[in-house]
């Protein structure tokens, strides 16, 4: 009967859901709760990142060690670079003075020889007159030499004068050259100096002796067949004496 009666009472009645009854924490104690976890996870982040060479094997004041070794050991390579650079740039510049002083001294030992060469020629020439007691008398010409002299078409012509006799005066004079050149058919003679070379070029004023030397260049192309060489009288320019030179 009252089980009853209960249904009954539960059909009939104002219904109601069912309440459940919660404690609940103010909002700070909430945000303070947060924040003490928030500072609990950085505290084992930062533990972390700080103790993570010991948990690795990772040692940082043997790194730090090891950074400044290579710092230093980097310094001194360049130290030494830049050492035996300056001694490869002065190695360089003794090299160049040395090249230099090589170059100068073979065009003086050139020199020297050439001029050695004349001296015996002169010492030749000197050797014949004292042993044959007398020279003719008058203008003489001897030694006549043509030789190319660098490009083909350039020439190098070298001779000796004399003077026998009384020699009561110096000869002045001048020499010319008549040089013949084959150009094609024809032989056409070219006189060296030219006009335009001035009154000094090919002088000569001596006494006794006088050695000569000059070069002259005949026209592109053609080929050199013989050479005159005259001595002209100063002023007049009349012919004293004559040489012709074949050239091979």
């Known amino acids: 009967m009252r ?91 003794q090299l160049q003075v040395e090249r230099a002083a090589q170059g100068e001294l073979a065009r003086t030992v050139a020199a020297l020889q050439e001029e050695n060469s004349g001296l015996k020629e002169d010492l030749g020439f000197l050797r014949k007159l004292m042993t044959s007691g007398a020279t003719a008398e008058g203008l003489l010409i001897s030694d006549v030499k ?53 009154e000094a070029a090919g002088a000569v004023d001596f006494r006794f002796y006088q050695k000569v030397e000059g070069r002259f260049t005949v026209p592109e192309g053609g080929q050199l067949k013989s050479a005159e060489i005259r001595i002209l009288a100063v002023p007049g320019g009349q012919v004293k004496l004559s040489r012709t030179v074949n050239v091979q």
């Open 3 to 93: 089980g009853l009666a209960r249904r009954l009472r539960s059909n009939f009645s104002i219904g109601s859901s069912r309440m459940a009854i919660r404690s609940q924490l103010a909002w700070y104690w909430r945000w303070l709760l947060n924040l003490l976890m928030m500072a609990a996870v950085a505290t084992v982040v930062w533990w972390l990142v700080q103790n993570s060479y010991r948990i690795t094997g990772f040692n940082v004041d043997e790194a730090r060690h090891q950074i400044e070794a290579l710092t230093e050991e980097n310094t001194r390579m360049r130290q030494d670079l830049d050492a035996l650079r300056t001694q490869v740039i002065e190695r360089d510049r």
């Open 146 to 198: 043509i030789e190319r002299d660098g490009a083909p078409n350039q020439y190098r012509y070298r001779l000796l004068l004399t003077q026998g006799g009384q020699r009561k005066q110096d000869f002045r004079g001048k020499v010319q050259v008549l040089a013949r050149v084959a150009q094609g058919p024809n032989i056409n003679t070219y006189a060296f100096p030219e006009a335009s070379a001035g």
